[in-house]
């Protein structure tokens, strides 16, 4: 078993409570970052705060307050525990609110790596760092993506990202730092946040379905994303950051789906047909769209043996069945109260900023 020390910034989202799971069976020492807000988000990881005593100066895993924008805690946390690998995770990851909070979102994800890397190269230790890069990357770049693909970012959240890698290639080349970049294609679990498309789309059918909503409203559906299971993703990564030399890998399925047909595919799971529920706004479109999103992960294929575990029909059927379980129930009695919302041919009378899917595709 391991004696490394791992420290993951924000540990406490969807990737970093992954992550946590993964590193700690491996026998980790687990650090994980989380940063002050006013009540705080720890539900991923609640089971591991449950699972280990904190106290113990020995425990296995444990969190501290690190905010990306201080860089004074952000030193702190890596003095503190001395790590061996720095999974940096911490971000704002929100593509279409980097719209409204440009500012901050460039702040948090292009200067926040920076101070990790500028600290780790300070301290001279040979801790190997990992910058969670992202497909929105490649932006208006047509399919498919590989790592030789031409960045284009359609968003201050692109932009940000694409500073980070380079970033990090730049510590890499300049300072001979272990310093590597993941270029993950969208990846969804249950633990998705509540405003990402596919666990909007899944949770909405769960409520759809025991009546505490009547209709869902989306943005632009002909957009086409790579989308994998964030459990498969971080055993990519930590081959990336065990690699015998620091390097950049793209992390994806190879498939692509539009969210119409993420659409198509959960709802039909309970037997009803979205086009009957969901609805068009324009407050959830973007000012510029990223319309095709298809990685190429051959290079992480063939040099750390990775490939992905969950097929995207397996994706969509673990989201909806976790979101019915939080609602008591199951695929089949979900499958029994739909019936009910069945309904041929249905005239609705609709606001007048809302348009039916039917017309506004
Ligand atoms: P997530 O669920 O939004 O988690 C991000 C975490 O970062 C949250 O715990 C958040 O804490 C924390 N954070 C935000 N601002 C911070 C700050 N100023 N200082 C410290 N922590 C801060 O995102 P995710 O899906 O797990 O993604 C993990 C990383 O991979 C992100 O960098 C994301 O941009 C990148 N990525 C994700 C995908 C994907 O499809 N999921 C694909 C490619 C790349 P709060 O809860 O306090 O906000
Ligand atoms: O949008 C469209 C939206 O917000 C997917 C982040 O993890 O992956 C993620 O970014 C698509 C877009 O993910 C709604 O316009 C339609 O075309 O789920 P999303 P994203 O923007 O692809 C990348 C790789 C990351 O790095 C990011 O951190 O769905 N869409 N209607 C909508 N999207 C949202 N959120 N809400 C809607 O109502």
Same mark, same amino acid.
């Given at each position: 078993?391991?004696?490394?020390?791992?420290?993951?910034?924000?540990?406490?989202?969807?990737?970093?409570?992954?992550?946590?799971?993964?590193?700690?069976?491996?026998?980790?020492?687990?650090?994980?970052?989380?940063?002050?807000?006013?009540?705080?988000?720890?539900?991923?990881?609640?089971?591991?705060?449950?699972?280990?005593?904190?106290?113990?100066?020995?425990?296995?895993?444990?969190?501290?307050?690190?905010?990306?924008?201080?860089?004074?805690?952000?030193?702190?946390?890596?003095?503190?525990?001395?790590?061996?690998?720095?999974?940096?995770?911490?971000?704002?990851?929100?593509?279409?609110?980097?719209?409204?909070?440009?500012?901050?979102?460039?702040?948090?994800?292009?200067?926040?790596?920076?101070?990790?890397?500028?600290?780790?190269?300070?301290?001279?230790?040979?801790?190997?760092?990992?910058?969670?890069?992202?497909?929105?990357?490649?932006?208006?770049?047509?399919?498919?993506?590989?790592?030789?693909?031409?960045?284009?970012?359609?968003?201050?959240?692109?932009?940000?990202?694409?500073?980070?890698?380079?970033?990090?290639?730049?510590?890499?080349?300049?300072?001979?730092?272990? /310093?590597?970049?993941?270029? +993950?294609?969208?990846?969804? &679990?249950?633990? %998705?946040?509540?405003?990402?498309?596919?666990? $909007?789309? @899944?949770?909405?059918?769960?409520?759809?379905?025991?009546?505490?909503?009547?209709?869902?409203?989306?943005?632009?559906?002909?957009?086409?994303?790579?989308?994998?299971?964030?459990?498969?993703?971080?055993?990519?990564?930590?081959?990336?950051?065990?690699?015998?030399?620091?390097?950049?890998?793209?992390?994806?399925?190879?498939?692509?789906?539009?969210?119409?047909?993420?659409?198509?595919?959960?709802?039909?799971?309970?037997?009803?047909?979205?086009?009957?529920?969901?609805?068009?706004?324009?407050?959830?479109?973007?000012? /510029?769209?990223?319309?095709? +999103?298809?990685?190429?992960? &051959?290079?992480? %294929?063939?040099?750390?043996?990775?490939?992905? $575990?969950? @097929?995207?029909?397996?994706?969509?059927?673990?989201?909806?069945?976790?979101?019915?379980?939080?609602?008591?129930?199951?695929?089949?009695?979900?499958?029994?109260?739909?019936?009910?919302?069945?309904?041929?041919?249905?005239?609705?009378?609709?606001?007048?900023?809302?348009?039916?899917?039917?017309?506004?595709?």
């Amino acid at each position: 078993m391991s004696k490394k020390t791992a420290l993951i910034t924000g540990i406490a989202g969807q990737d970093g409570s992954y992550l946590a799971e993964l590193l700690l069976s491996k026998g980790y020492t687990v650090r994980g970052t989380v940063r002050r807000a006013s009540y705080p988000h720890t539900e991923r990881v609640d089971h591991l705060l449950k699972a280990y005593d904190e106290r113990d100066p020995q425990c296995p895993f444990k969190l501290m307050y690190a905010d990306l924008t201080d860089v004074s805690s952000v030193r702190n946390a890596i003095e503190e525990c001395q790590p061996d690998e720095v999974y940096n995770l911490a971000a704002q990851s929100h593509v279409g609110i980097s719209f409204i909070t440009g500012e901050s979102t460039l702040e948090i994800n292009a200067l926040g790596p920076y101070r990790i890397l500028d600290t780790l190269r300070r301290t001279g230790a040979k801790t190997r760092y990992y910058q969670a890069s992202s497909s929105e990357m490649f932006g208006a770049s047509p399919p498919p993506q590989n790592e030789s693909t031409p960045f284009l970012p359609q968003s201050p959240y692109g932009v940000s990202k694409t500073t980070a890698f380079y970033l990090t290639r730049v510590h890499r080349v300049a300072y001979g730092m272990f /310093a590597c970049n993941g270029i +993950l294609f969208n990846h969804e &679990s249950p633990r %998705r946040g509540l405003n990402f498309v596919t666990r $909007k789309i @899944t949770r909405g059918i769960a409520s759809i379905v025991t009546g505490e909503m009547q209709t869902l409203a989306l943005g632009n559906l002909d957009a086409k994303r790579d989308w994998g299971f964030a459990g498969d993703y971080m055993e990519a990564i930590w081959r990336i950051v065990q690699h015998h030399e620091p390097d950049d890998f793209v992390i994806a399925t190879e498939d692509t789906h539009s969210i119409r047909d993420f659409l198509k595919d959960t709802f039909s799971l309970v037997d009803l047909d979205w086009n009957d529920f969901v609805m068009c706004e324009d407050r959830y479109k973007r000012p /510029a769209e990223v319309p095709a +999103l298809l990685g190429d992960a &051959s290079k992480a %294929r063939r040099i750390l043996g990775w490939k992905p $575990k969950t @097929t995207y029909r397996e994706l969509c059927q673990m989201m909806l069945e976790s979101d019915l379980r939080a609602k008591g129930l199951t695929m089949e009695s979900a499958r029994v109260l739909a019936q009910k919302l069945r309904k041929p041919s249905r005239t609705r009378a609709y606001p007048a900023n809302v348009v039916p899917m039917a017309k506004a595709s």
